[in-house]
């Protein structure tokens, strides 16, 4: 059953993070969205490998629109919880139970939405402190999945990893 994957992400994103789980999920069938404060705005990679055209603007979406979330790293993150609104649709995925997909950066996000307290998950080098402060239970894993609901993996050399569990919680 194809399911619907809202994707919050702005420039500045790092380019595998993104386009490696977007085509596994496209491949899977899956609908891919992406969500920005603009509709048709182009983002951009940080290493300027990848740019993506932006689906849907921040205030034309809901979360129960969605069936999962994917929250890719670089700076796309930080850059976003600057933002309320991309803080609470996070917040309000994380506590509809659906399931979240955050990788390298990407636990920032959950951070500011107050959603990583006493979950299992894994991060970049540099969020560790910040995952830990939060409350969460930190696993230096190339992937952690916390109830089924939430898949964490560090940098873009665990996307095999971080793909497959990805997909095997979509399916079900």
Request: aromatic share 6%; with cysteine; glycine share 6%.
């Amino acid at each position: 059953m194809s399911k619907k994957i809202a994707v919050l992400i702005t420039d500045e994103f790092e380019d595998a993070e993104f386009t490696s789980p977007a085509d596994a999920f496209r491949q899977a069938g899956h609908q891919v969205i992406t969500i920005e404060k603009q509709a048709g705005k182009t983002v951009k990679g940080k290493k300027g490998e990848a740019s993506v055209t932006i689906d849907k603007s921040i205030d034309e979406v809901q979360t129960a629109d969605f069936d999962a979330l994917l929250l890719p790293g670089g700076h796309s993150p930080d850059a976003l919880r600057a933002d309320d609104r991309f803080v609470e649709f996070t917040r309000q995925f994380a506590d509809s139970g659906r399931p979240i997909f955050a990788i390298c950066h990407g636990p920032q996000l959950l951070i500011s939405a107050d959603a990583v307290r006493g979950r299992k998950l894994t991060t970049v080098k540099p969020v560790v402190v910040d995952v830990k402060n939060a409350g969460a239970d930190y696993y230096d894993k190339e992937v952690v999945v916390d109830n089924d609901t939430l898949v964490t993996s560090r940098t873009p050399e665990d996307l095999p990893a971080f793909n497959r569990e990805s997909l095997r919680i979509l399916a079900q």
